[in-house]
């Protein structure tokens, strides 16, 4: 893959974080119960209020990739742009700045993200490294 697609690549998995991070705040900050019924059934909010989506969606951007390193470029550009649209619309249409706490969790996270997607598309190669780091 060309360099320019790489770079496009990237610019795609951050404009997709931007618009979950969007999404997820705006899930935060609308009443469950001014979302049409059948989305109060799947409770959509709560879903994506948890960690484990957030998790599974870099777990299969990363595995998906074909090597390590634009693994761990496409999952860090997915969790800047999380934070960026999840930042922006907190600011921008709820009025106020979240705890700077829960913000440094996400920071720390992000960092941490692109050696963790290494990790993960080791996992899903064969041999034992691979089958140590799927059991862990």
Same mark, same amino acid.
């Given at each position: 893959?060309?360099?320019?697609?790489?770079?496009?690549?990237?610019?795609?998995?951050?404009?997709?974080?931007?618009?979950?991070?969007?999404?997820?705040?705006?899930?935060?900050?609308? !009443?469950?119960?001014?979302?049409? &019924?059948?989305?109060?059934? =799947?409770?959509?909010?709560?879903? #994506?209020?948890? %960690?484990?989506? /957030?998790?599974?969606?870099?777990?299969?951007?990363?595995?998906?990739?074909?090597?390590?390193?634009?693994?761990?470029?496409?999952?860090?550009?997915?969790?800047?742009?999380?934070?960026?649209?999840?930042?922006?619309?907190?600011?921008?249409?709820?009025?106020?700045? !979240?705890?700077?706490?829960?913000? &440094?969790?996400?920071?720390? =996270?992000?960092?941490?993200?692109? #050696?963790?997607? %290494?990790?993960? /598309?080791?996992?899903?190669?064969?041999?034992?490294?691979?089958?140590?780091?799927?059991?862990?």
């Amino acid at each position: 893959m060309s360099v320019q697609k790489q770079i496009v690549s990237a610019v795609l998995v951050l404009l997709f974080g931007f618009a979950m991070g969007v999404f997820a705040k705006f899930l935060d900050c609308v !009443p469950r119960n001014e979302f049409p &019924v059948f989305l109060q059934w =799947f409770d959509i909010s709560n879903f #994506f209020g948890r %960690f484990a989506v /957030w998790m599974f969606i870099a777990v299969v951007i990363a595995v998906f990739r074909k090597y390590p390193l634009k693994a761990g470029i496409n999952v860090f550009s997915f969790f800047i742009g999380m934070l960026f649209g999840y930042y922006l619309y907190t600011r921008i249409f709820a009025g106020f700045y !979240p705890d700077i706490s829960y913000l &440094v969790i996400w920071l720390i =996270f992000t960092v941490i993200s692109p #050696f963790a997607a %290494f990790v993960c /598309w080791y996992a899903r190669g064969r041999g034992a490294l691979a089958a140590g780091i799927s059991s862990v």
